[in-house]
């Protein structure tokens, strides 16, 4: 062994030392190795890469694992002879290169010398530091070894002399065991001797439970030695003692004042005394079930003026043979009997008092607050959410839960039927409204109470449907049921209730047109225009809010089938179609109806000649006047024909043209050469054709032009059928000119209303004896003057 000098450190190693000298030296290269370095220190990076060379170290800083190099020739190799590698560079190289090659080694050498120098001069500070590392390490554990020598030297110690005290007292303490054993059985027979004292103690002071369980510790022991006078006497006497004990017990059975919670005491003793257990279980439900009747009694007979529910008796009918069945398990397993039992008791006891609920629930037909049935409701579904935790299995929570959901369809049925009420009242309202002689139809069934009408029915719907939110409300516990979570939402309210009654108007607004008879029933013309103002709104806009609130506020999720928008909104419009239809329809027979009376109750041959214009087309120029006003207070004013110049002076300058004068040629002129009735066929022929009942659409024009063409058509029809003398036709020509110089502006093409009144005109040429047409200057001041 030598000692370790390094040059100028003045520092020296022992070999005692050498060893951890040598781990933090390597240690200390490893670290230094993996020293970050700047960018600008080549020749310390150059250094330290030979280095990790030298040593095997990669860029990581660890040991490079590279197969072992078993050429002799490889000076890095484990295996180089320098030999061998000599007398190759002699065989291979040349003298120069061999000159070359010992230069680069001497180098080399000399670089590796100079480069350890270095390392060692800048880590001089982290050499002495290991250093006293190392010699703190040696006194720190010198001192801990002086430690544990002294602790095991009292270790020692203490064991001896335990050991001798193991020895002292080992006598002694199989003695003091001996007398311990002694006095436990002194104890356990005192207990037995007071055991009697003691139970009729509890038994004074009604400690039921404590005098059972002291009962129980000694049964055991007592018939074990039974054989012995000493110990018979005293288990006589406990029986004797437990027998009243289990006769007071007994006793509460048939006391009406027990609770149930004493009652459960009482079995759970008696249990432990092997009293049966059917029987105990018998008559716990038998106390439990005459408490209970009372309250169901007292139910009933609120309830009793409805006698249509199922009898009570019926349902309790059932108990006896469930109680029978669940008594054969009595000898296989207590618990399972007992609970069979008690299943059984519940469920006969719940349909009894189910059917009392759904009797009660029967009787909130009003509809005026939701909250307090819905309250109710919840407070009955929670209750009986305690049977699920207490008889696991037990179908009673779902029943209640059922008797919810049809409470909760009942209701939506109840809203439905309510809607429909107020609907049909606020129509008696409007009709009762149209009857009254101090309101004018047009004020009656304008925009004002259109839109009244709608907005009441829209509010209603609105009121209803947060009345019936309430049963998801968040609060509520039976809100969390899938139930009410899909299918009441989607088919109960959605489907059931708003569906329903958007239908129910649609089907009801339609009744009105099948009402016969020439003057469309007892309906109101107005109430027909208002309807279908109305249903035509609900089209448009009314039931897609509608169902855009419901599916809102109820979360609606249409897994399940329900009606689209678009199928409401087609039956909607059907509906308006065909009360607008029906309500020109009706007008039209109306003013019809006045016509034909007017050309049937007259005798048109023997006439006077015309000196005014007849009343009836004043007043069929008045009633088409106040129906126009009627449609435009409801409907847009439409898209007309653009009109003549001279539309408002027009006159039937037709009659006096070349047509006209072709056609009564033969009329006023007896050598005419073609027959009338074919000119006006041919006529006929190249005429457009006038559709009278068409479809009107929704608009003011396109309602009075129906009206007007209804009219006219009718007139047109009553003219066919009568004869005419001169001064019958000039009556019609007069007649013709008046309702000419007024209809002509409501219409949405003038021609058509000149077609009709030429038709007429040229009719009642046709059945006039006499035809001589009146002067058309005189027919203007007639008509002018009246």
């Not at 029906?582 to 005798?603: A, N, W």
């Amino acid at each position: 062994r030598k000692r370790l000098t390094f040059s100028g450190s003045g520092c020296q190693v022992s070999a005692a030392s050498w060893t951890p000298v040598i781990f933090v030296y390597r240690h200390f290269i490893s670290t230094f190795l993996s020293w970050p370095l700047s960018e600008d220190s080549g020749r310390p990076r150059r250094v330290h890469g030979m280095l990790k060379l030298y040593y095997g170290i990669n860029k990581e800083g660890k040991a490079a694992e590279q197969a072992e190099s078993l050429d002799p020739c490889d000076i890095n190799g484990a295996h180089f002879n320098p030999d061998l590698f000599l007398n190759k560079l002699r065989r291979e190289c040349s003298l120069a290169e061999l000159m070359d090659q010992e230069t680069c080694m001497v180098k080399q050498i000399r670089s590796l010398d100079s480069d350890m120098q270095t390392l060692v001069y800048e880590n001089y500070n982290k050499f002495i530091s290991a250093t006293d590392t190392i010699r703190k390490m040696k006194n720190d554990f010198k001192k801990m070894e002086d430690e544990m020598d002294c602790l095991s030297a009292n270790m020692s110690a203490i064991t001896e002399f335990s050991a001798r005290i193991s020895g002292t007292l080992q006598d002694q303490h199989e003695q003091i065991t001996k007398l311990s054993g002694v006095h436990t059985l002194l104890r356990k027979l005192q207990f037995l001797f007071e055991l009697p004292a003691r139970l009729n103690k509890c038994l004074e002071l009604q400690a039921y439970a404590q005098a059972v369980r002291s009962h129980r510790r000694a049964r055991c022991v007592l018939q074990q030695y039974s054989h012995l006078p000493s110990f018979k006497g005293i288990q006589d006497d406990c029986h004797a003692i437990m027998d009243k004990l289990a006769q007071e017990l007994r006793q509460k059975f048939r006391d009406g004042g027990s609770s149930a919670k004493d009652l459960s005491e009482c079995v759970e003793l008696l249990l432990q005394l092997d009293e049966p257990a059917e029987e105990l279980c018998d008559k716990f439900l038998s106390h439990a079930q005459s408490r209970l009747e009372t309250d169901l009694q007292g139910l009933e007979a609120e309830i009793r003026p409805y006698p249509s529910a199922p009898a009570v008796k019926d349902a309790s009918a059932p108990r006896l043979s469930s109680t029978a069945a669940a008594g054969e398990l009595a000898s296989k397993n207590i618990p399972q009997m007992a609970n069979g039992k008690l299943q059984a008791f519940v469920g006969d006891l719940a349909a009894r008092y189910f059917s009392l609920v759904e009797r009660r629930i029967q009787e909130e037909k009003g509809v005026g607050d939701n909250s307090l049935l819905v309250r109710a409701l919840d407070r009955f579904h929670r209750r009986l959410q305690a049977v699920a935790k207490l008889l696991p299995g037990s179908p009673v929570p779902n029943q209640g839960t059922e008797i919810v959901i049809r409470a909760a369809t009942e209701r939506v049925k109840q809203y439905l039927s309510a809607l429909q009420s107020f609907y049909m009242d606020s129509l008696t309202d409007v009709r009762q409204a149209l009857a009254t002689p101090r309101l004018s139809v047009v004020s009656a069934s304008g925009a004002g109470g259109g839109a009244l009408l709608g907005a009441s029915i829209l509010n209603q719907i609105k009121s209803v449907l947060a009345s019936v939110h309430l049963f998801t409300a968040k609060d509520i516990a039976f809100s969390n049921k899938p139930y009410f979570k899909g299918e009441f939402c989607s088919q109960g309210v959605r489907e059931s209730l708003v569906v329903s009654f958007i239908k129910f108007v649609c089907q009801s607004s339609r009744q009105f047109c099948e009402s016969a008879g020439d003057k469309g029933g007892s309906t109101p013309p107005a109430l027909l225009l208002l309807l279908s103002r109305l249903c035509l709104d609900y089209e448009t806009s009314t039931i897609s809010y509608i169902l855009t609130l419901t599916d809102e506020q109820f979360l609606v999720q249409h897994h399940s089938p329900v009606t689209p928008v678009t199928t409401l909104c087609t039956e909607a419009r059907e509906a308006a179609q065909k009360l607008l239809n029906h309500y020109v329809k009706v007008q039209g027979l109306i003013i019809s109806q006045m016509l034909r009376k007017s050309v049937e109750t007259r005798d048109w041959v023997n006439t006077i000649e015309p000196r005014n214009v007849r009343a009836v087309m004043k007043r069929v120029v008045e009633d088409t006047t106040s129906i126009d006003v009627q449609v435009g207070l409801l409907y847009e004013e439409g898209v007309r024909k653009a009109h003549s110049s001279d539309s408002s002076k027009r006159t039937f300058s037709v009659y006096s043209s070349s047509r006209q004068q072709a056609r009564y040629a033969a009329s006023y002129t007896p050598s005419a050469p073609m027959d009338t009735n074919l000119l006006s066929n041919i006529h006929k022929l190249f005429s457009e054709r006038i559709d009278i009942f068409s479809s009107v659409e929704f608009n003011k024009v396109s309602v009075i032009t129906g009206i007007i063409k209804i009219s006219l058509k009718t007139f047109l029809e009553c003219v066919r059928l009568r004869t005419f003398g001169r001064y019958g036709l000039q009556q019609i020509q007069v007649d013709c000119h008046y309702l000419q110089m007024y209809l002509w502006r409501f219409v949405s093409d003038e021609n058509l209303v000149h077609f009709l009144l030429d038709e007429i005109v040229g009719s009642s040429a046709h059945r006039c004896l006499d035809p001589a047409p009146m002067e058309q200057s005189v027919i203007e001041v007639i008509c002018e003057r009246g």
